[in-house]
């Protein structure tokens, strides 16, 4: 009996450590272990709330890499702002350099993560510069590259949008709108009681 009870309970302690292993590996995602040659982009945001290094970058909801490095930096010694290091795999190298990054929150309370918004390719950039003068075109190519390369810095970002700041906005818009409706209720109460007065 007692033989038969030992099996039991050594059947099933397996059976978690391989349910923990599971999770473990589906929280993890392994697959952004693997040594995929990759390049790094550079971005500067006003706030990114509460993206973490390793949070995903993704482009329509498919993850193209992950975020290296997050560091708070300065262009001016004035002014800092969060400076994130992207690690991009290098299969997808031809992003435009016109394209936009926001951060976004999977669902309501989610993890957040670096969406690129796709932007107008260079060769149409200076197609459409064309139209306005014959040496845009030289200009535009020379400023920028046509994609993401290595060392970029893209400034065409989106701050995160802060749920605790919304939520601040909302009540303060909701108290002050209140606040206005009473003054204006009591003012058209005082006019109502002069013009009975003077009756």
Known sequence: MSRKVEILVGLFMVLVICSVLFLCFRVTDPTSFSSQSSYRVYAVFDNIGGLKVRSPIKIGGVVIGRVA?????SSDNDVYKPYVTLSLDSQYDKIPSSSALSIK?????????IDVNFGMDQDMIADI?????DNATNNTK???PAYFKEGFVVNNTKPAMVIEDLIGQFLYSSNHSSDKNKSTDDNQQENNNNNQNKE
Do not use: H, R, V
């Open 69 to 73: 490095d997050i560091s708070l930096k």
């Open 105 to 113: 929150t999977s669902g309501l309370l989610g993890e957040q993560f």
């Open 129 to 133: 510069d064309a139209l306005d003068s």
């Open 142 to 144: 020379s400023a920028t």
